[in-house]
């Protein structure tokens, strides 16, 4: 089994930054990719960004050049830095990943982008 547990999020005006994390316990060796994942109201969950254990990332269209997505090693965290945002992209995130059986998510963080 693996528990991620996300910070971070909140509000922030157009134009700025939010960092949020996703530190997962467990299983974590079983880990092989990462990804964050957001749902605007009304809207279906959406792929944002993953990077898998050779540090390899992808980036939805809509974000690309504007958020980061990394891992800490050492911490079993994973980050999503978020820069330069817009209203659009306002949406709870989810991150989630697949431990070969099953797939796990976090808890789900708010993030409210204000124009």
């Known amino acids: 089994q693996v528990q991620l547990v996300q910070s971070g999020g909140g509000l922030v005006q157009a134009g700025g930054s939010l960092t949020l994390s996703c530190a997962a316990s467990g299983n974590i060796f079983s880990i092989n990719t990462m990804e964050w994942f957001r749902q605007a109201p009304g809207m279906p969950r959406e792929l944002v960004a993953s990077?898998?254990?050779?540090?390899?990332?992808h980036y939805w269209n809509s974000v690309e050049g504007r958020f980061t997505i990394s891992r800490d090693n050492d911490k079993n965290v994973w980050q999503l830095q978020m820069d330069s945002l817009k209203p659009e992209d306002t949406a709870v995130y989810y991150c989630?990943?697949?431990?070969?059986?099953?797939?796990?998510w976090g808890q789900g963080i708010e993030v409210t982008v204000s124009s």
């Open positions: 990077i898998n254990k050779n540090g390899y990332t």
């Open positions: 989630t990943t697949d431990d070969g059986h099953t797939r796990h």
